[in-house]
């Protein structure tokens, strides 16, 4: 909630979408509750929205335009960023998304949920040269990605070792878990790369719960050094979900705010409809 006073001005942000109707509708009704008891408008904020402006929280902070990569457990996308509400998609996941793709394989190496963190801890004292993964569309000259083949690798794999093995011991569960965390980041790297190439944008920012991931924060960071580009991340804390995105991102759209004191939720809310400040 962004207040003003004592309540008499304001506005009250909220997360209509995109998401799962049900749970929408309870944050729906609670805001738009709240807001008419407060006597302060409502400002509907997208999801998404929130994770793409979350870097402008941290210091340095990044200038407009940029290109982002998006990659949480729901989505995976590549945006051109050229100002707040001006966003083009350049390319996206065709299935899984990079978050639930570490999740889901974590279940299949008995990891419990969720366990995209714990694998990539694992994957840190894994040995990167022992098993080779497919890196999926990595060499397509757009910018899509597929993660869903690789989670089936994995599959493959674990089923080839515990043919051999018996078992899949402590250190060979590292080393499966240090091969998919290689391949997801090879190929999130090299589609951020030709997107900057194709954009011609000096800019990268990484966003959302997988833009965390010390693997790929240590590549991209390498990888701009030696290609003379800039990349930017939230706070470590600002990369999940979490208010402080969404009450930035309705501040900075607070002059759209109408006196309103409802707002409907939009599941499949796209970003592109979003009018530009």
Not at 60 to 66: A, G, L, S, T, V
Not at 116 to 126: D, M, Q, V, W, Y
Not at 208 to 234: C, D, H, I
Request: hydrophobic share 45%; aromatic share 6%.
């Amino acid at each position: 909630m962004l207040r003003q006073d004592a309540g008499r001005t304001g506005c009250h942000c909220l997360h209509p979408g995109p998401g799962l109707g049900g749970a929408l509708l309870v944050g729906a009704s609670v805001a738009n509750a709240l807001a008419f008891g407060l006597n302060i408008p409502v400002v509907g904020v997208h999801h998404l929205e929130g994770h793409l402006l979350s870097p402008l929280l941290a210091e340095p902070k990044p200038e407009f335009p940029f290109i982002a990569l998006l990659v949480s457990g729901g989505h995976t996308q590549l945006m051109a960023v050229r100002g707040i509400g001006d966003y083009q998609v350049l390319g996206e996941t065709l299935d899984d998304a990079a978050g639930e793709a570490f999740d889901k394989t974590a279940k299949l190496l008995g990891i419990p949920y969720p366990g995209g963190p714990e694998l990539s801890r694992l994957a840190e004292s894994g040995d990167p040269t022992r098993f080779t993964l497919p890196r999926p569309m990595l060499h397509t000259q757009n910018l899509d990605m597929s993660f869903s083949g690789l989670k089936t690798a994995v599959l493959t794999l674990t089923k080839q070792v515990e043919a051999e093995l018996g078992q899949i011991d402590d250190q060979t569960r590292r080393d499966i878990c240090r091969a998919f965390q290689e391949a997801i980041v090879e190929v999130l790297v090299q589609k951020s790369l030709k997107a900057l190439k194709q954009s011609g944008m000096k800019r990268l920012v990484v966003v959302s719960g997988v833009g965390a991931n010390k693997q790929l924060r240590a590549a991209l960071n390498e990888a701009a050094r030696k290609r003379r580009f800039e990349v930017f991340y939230p706070p470590l804390a600002l990369c999940t979900d979490n208010g402080a995105m969404i009450a930035f991102a309705g501040a900075m759209r607070l002059k759209f705010a109408h006196a309103t004191r409802e707002f409907s939720v939009k599941p499949r809310w796209d970003l592109s409809s979003l009018p530009a400040v």
